[in-house]
């Protein structure tokens, strides 16, 4: 039998597609009506575990409460994992779909909140099994292992983390290589990427400023926390302006102000939540000093009582693509998705704990992202100077058009599975 060449065994594996295209389909639009919030992914883990084992994945399910690990050995050969995250958001969603989610439910704090998979991982989830199935149909064209990672919780950063410390790396093979997508705003059909850093270091933090509460026409006897609030949050502003070189890249947003419950009422404290992005270990501390520094100064100037109380959130680390590794994969999709299909970009100011996993097993990672905007209303938005008026990730309004991103999405997988345990991989 003569041996394909890499071009024809990735067309051979992908020629399912058409048959399978209807399922996953059908499975994007179940998934994205039934969104789970973070760690609370157990309907969508069931599904991903039941099309795993149908595919003929070793299962192993409730790895760090709610993550799913998918084993496919083939033969001696590299082992390749391919990572999906599970979780949506506590956002309504406005999108208008015909299977729009109407799903509410109970969050970490006991609040009831409502759900929406508004940031795009159920397409990853749908791209995941279609190319875990691809693969397993078409063994005969590739040698070695399989890793399917189902991840929860990566809107809080905590999955990555918690299917490690759940034992991730003792249980399960060392990967060569780690691979990851996401759709983001950009044309649909089109993959972009590049080696070095590809998402952003994240930081979230709580402020709590305290003053001294009293009638609100009595002023005098107060120390007003919303007047400190709101000078912190100016003030903040200025790092990046003037703190951060125009050759780096910060961003420090304040997503979150609450003071008080009553107009005529001065009240005791306030609470500032607040999001920064980085790109650089040295900006990062440097913010992170800065914002310490400037919420402590205000309150000193305000003569509040106490200091104030800083308290991390949560925080995501810089995602490096491994150079070797992001030359491998672009040459990849280079051989398979047309030249213009194919783009450059920098860092996006997302954050990922995807990152992780290439970290903890001191493997490559590579992660890249995936067009989901009509390709004519995007190419219109782009003329028009208004792509920033496109709903992005974490927007009410976020949809990626179905055709072509699901299909592009799981070529995306299967091609850059296939660079390292396709038979004519390097």
């Given at each position: 039998?003569?041996k394909?060449?890499?071009?024809?065994?990735?067309s051979?594996?992908?020629?399912?597609?058409?048959?399978?295209?209807?399922?996953?389909?059908?499975?994007?639009k179940?998934?994205?009506a039934?969104?789970?919030?973070?760690?609370q992914?157990t309907?969508?883990?069931?599904?991903?575990?039941?099309?795993?084992?149908?595919?003929?994945?070793e299962?192993?399910?409730?790895?760090?409460?709610?993550?799913?690990?998918?084993?496919?050995?083939?033969?001696?050969g590299?082992?390749?994992?391919l990572?999906?995250?599970?979780?949506?958001?506590?956002?309504?969603?406005?999108t208008?779909?015909a299977?729009?989610?109407?799903?509410?439910?109970?969050?970490?704090?006991?609040?009831?909140?409502?759900?929406g998979?508004?940031?795009?991982?159920?397409?990853?989830v749908?791209w995941?099994?279609?190319?875990?199935?691809?693969l397993?149909?078409a063994?005969?064209?590739?040698?070695?292992?399989?890793?399917?990672?189902?991840?929860?919780?990566?809107?809080?950063?905590?999955?990555?983390?918690?299917?490690?410390?759940d034992?991730?790396l003792?249980?399960?093979?060392?990967?060569?290589?780690?691979?990851?997508?996401?759709?983001?705003?950009?044309?649909?059909?089109?993959?972009?990427?590049s080696?070095?850093?590809?998402t952003?270091a994240?930081?979230?933090?709580?402020?709590?400023?305290?003053?001294?509460?009293?009638?609100?026409?009595?002023?005098?006897?107060?120390?007003?926390?919303?007047?400190?609030?709101?000078?912190?949050?100016?003030?903040?502003?200025?790092?990046?302006?003037?703190?951060?070189?125009?050759?780096?890249?910060?961003?420090?947003?304040?997503?979150v102000?609450?003071a008080?419950?009553?107009?005529?009422?001065?009240?005791?404290?306030?609470?500032?939540?607040?999001?920064?992005?980085?790109?650089?270990?040295?900006?990062?501390?440097h913010?992170?000093?800065?914002?310490?520094?400037?919420?402590?100064?205000?309150?000193?100037?305000?003569?509040?009582?106490?200091?104030?109380?800083?308290?991390?959130?949560?925080?995501?680390?810089?995602?490096?693509?491994?150079?070797?590794?992001?030359?491998?994969?672009a040459?990849?999709?280079?051989?398979?998705?047309?030249a213009?299909?194919?783009?450059?970009?920098?860092?996006?100011?997302?954050?990922?704990?995807f990152?992780?996993?290439?970290?903890?097993?001191?493997?490559?990672?590579?992660?890249?992202?995936?067009?989901?905007?009509?390709?004519?209303?995007?190419?219109?938005?782009?003329?028009?100077g208004?792509?920033?008026?496109?709903?992005?990730?974490?927007?009410?309004?976020?949809?990626?058009?179905l055709?072509?991103t699901?299909?592009?999405?799981?070529?995306?997988?299967?091609?850059?599975?296939?660079?390292w345990i396709?038979?004519?991989?390097?």
């Amino acid at each position: 039998m003569k041996k394909l060449t890499s071009r024809e065994a990735t067309s051979v594996i992908l020629s399912n597609m058409g048959k399978l295209l209807p399922d996953l389909e059908a499975l994007y639009k179940d998934i994205h009506a039934h969104p789970e919030l973070s760690m609370q992914e157990t309907r969508t883990a069931g599904i991903a575990a039941d099309r795993l084992k149908d595919a003929g994945y070793e299962v192993t399910a409730g790895l760090g409460k709610t993550g799913v690990v998918g084993l496919l050995r083939n033969g001696k050969g590299p082992t390749v994992m391919l990572r999906a995250d599970m979780d949506a958001l506590p956002i309504a969603e406005n999108t208008g779909l015909a299977y729009s989610s109407k799903v509410t439910a109970t969050d970490p704090e006991g609040k009831t909140v409502p759900v929406g998979h508004m940031c795009g991982h159920d397409m990853h989830v749908a791209w995941l099994v279609g190319a875990a199935t691809l693969l397993s149909q078409a063994r005969d064209h590739w040698k070695g292992t399989l890793m399917a990672v189902f991840q929860p919780g990566e809107e809080t950063a905590q999955g990555a983390q918690a299917m490690i410390d759940d034992g991730l790396l003792k249980r399960f093979p060392t990967p060569d290589v780690v691979l990851g997508q996401h759709v983001m705003v950009g044309p649909s059909g089109t993959v972009a990427g590049s080696a070095g850093p590809i998402t952003s270091a994240a930081d979230s933090l709580q402020i709590r400023l305290f003053g001294r509460g009293a009638h609100g026409s009595m002023p005098q006897a107060s120390v007003d926390p919303v007047v400190m609030a709101a000078s912190v949050v100016l003030r903040l502003q200025t790092i990046v302006s003037r703190e951060v070189a125009a050759n780096d890249a910060a961003v420090v947003t304040v997503g979150v102000l609450q003071a008080g419950t009553k107009e005529n009422v001065i009240p005791d404290d306030a609470i500032i939540k607040l999001n920064v992005r980085t790109f650089d270990a040295g900006v990062r501390k440097h913010v992170l000093a800065a914002i310490e520094r400037i919420v402590n100064a205000e309150a000193e100037a305000s003569g509040a009582p106490r200091k104030p109380e800083i308290t991390p959130l949560d925080r995501y680390p810089l995602n490096v693509n491994d150079q070797t590794a992001s030359n491998r994969i672009a040459e990849a999709f280079r051989a398979y998705f047309s030249a213009d299909r194919v783009k450059h970009t920098g860092p996006a100011p997302a954050s990922e704990d995807f990152g992780c996993f290439g970290t903890a097993w001191q493997v490559p990672s590579v992660f890249w992202f995936v067009g989901g905007n009509d390709p004519k209303i995007y190419a219109k938005a782009k003329a028009a100077g208004k792509l920033n008026e496109l709903p992005v990730n974490h927007s009410p309004q976020f949809a990626p058009v179905l055709h072509p991103t699901l299909e592009t999405g799981v070529e995306a997988l299967v091609v850059g599975a296939l660079a390292w345990i396709g038979e004519n991989a390097k």
